[in-house]
């Protein structure tokens, strides 16, 4: 599929925020527009924007949207319940990232491209080695810094997999070195839990980083994990509970819905406004989930 937008200078384009997928999507759209207006944000605060969009990436379709190309199974099923999907977009769950869904609608096949895309691919199936870490760390530490992200697009789209031997890009990363031990010990200690038998693991995250506050109950849910959540600071100074669900029936956002949060089954996530809701939550959590070996860990 091969698809031309005429008017170059009112194109407005909406991306993933949080990690390389996302990124990656949008220097791919950079690379055919280089003018685009770029916004990069979160599912829920995508499908509440007015804004008039030409392509969202790896999000959920907003209501004003020309062309939706994603990959979440989410969206999909939304989109067809909803009758919302039109022509013009493409969902396709089976699809390794966003970023490959973008190629292949643009019809980009350069080296370049090429790179970008096997970038996604991997980050997003988990196949990640030392410098695609740095770069998802880069991305997560500036996750609500616009201008750095696009920076980061621009980079992308003029590098590739060059970008590891860029000098600024160099330069910028340093700062994102002493996360990567984190990074490692976090991974390690998910695997530890698992080889525990653990089946649903609480992680307390108020004492790292928030650019990793979300690993640890995202991989042990991808490990083998049936359900974790974790407790971590946002912006706001407001507690935040992130739940991810692996290969059982409990329902991240019929959980979160009752608390006034959302998302999907599988992923979803609640604003905590004090430690009391968070003690009677977390003991909801436990109780609906005590037919399973239950963990609480502070990660530090
Ligand atoms: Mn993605």
């Known amino acids: 599929m091969v698809c031309v937008l005429s008017e170059e200078e009112s194109i407005v384009v909406a991306s993933h925020r949080d990690d390389i997928d996302g990124i990656a999507s949008a220097a791919l759209i950079l690379k055919l527009y280089p003018n685009a207006i770029l916004i990069f944000t979160t599912p829920d605060k995508i499908v509440k924007m007015k804004t008039r969009f030409t392509i969202v990436v790896d999000l959920p379709k907003p209501p004003y949207c020309e062309i939706c190309i994603d990959h979440h199974l989410s969206n999909y099923e939304r989109l067809m319940r909803t009758g919302a999907l039109s022509e013009k977009d493409l969902i396709d769950p089976n699809a390794p990232s966003a970023a490959f869904l973008v190629a292949k609608y643009f019809g980009l096949r350069d080296k370049i491209s090429n790179e970008i895309v096997e970038m996604a691919n991997r980050a997003d199936s988990g196949d990640i080695d030392e410098k695609l870490s740095l770069l998802d760390l880069y ?5 609500s810094n616009q201008e ?5 697009a621009r980079k992308l789209a003029a590098c590739g997999k060059g970008i590891f031997d860029d000098a600024e890009f160099k330069e910028e990363i340093r700062m994102v070195r002493p996360l990567l031990e984190l990074r490692n ?9 698992l080889e525990k038998n653990v089946e649903v693991a609480i992680f307390d995250c108020r004492k790292i980083n928030s650019a990793l ?5 995202t991989v042990f849910t991808k490990r083998g994990g049936k359900v974790a959540i974790s407790i971590y600071y946002i ?12 290969a059982t029936d409990f329902e991240a956002n019929k959980f979160a819905e009752h608390y006034g949060g959302g998302g999907h089954p599988k992923a979803a996530g609640i604003v905590v406004k ?4 968070l003690a009677h939550l977390i003991s909801d959590f436990v109780s609906k989930l005590k037919a399973y070996t239950v963990a609480y860990v502070e990660v530090s």
């Open 139 to 143: 991305i997560k530490l500036n996750a």
């Open 148 to 152: 750095k992200l696009k920076w980061v």
């Open 185 to 193: 010990k976090i991974l390690k200690l998910v695997d530890e839990l």
């Open 213 to 217: 506050s979300r690993l640890p109950p």
């Open 235 to 246: 912006d706001s100074g407001d507690l935040k509970i992130s739940i991810r669900v692996g």
């Open 274 to 277: 004090n430690e009391y809701v």
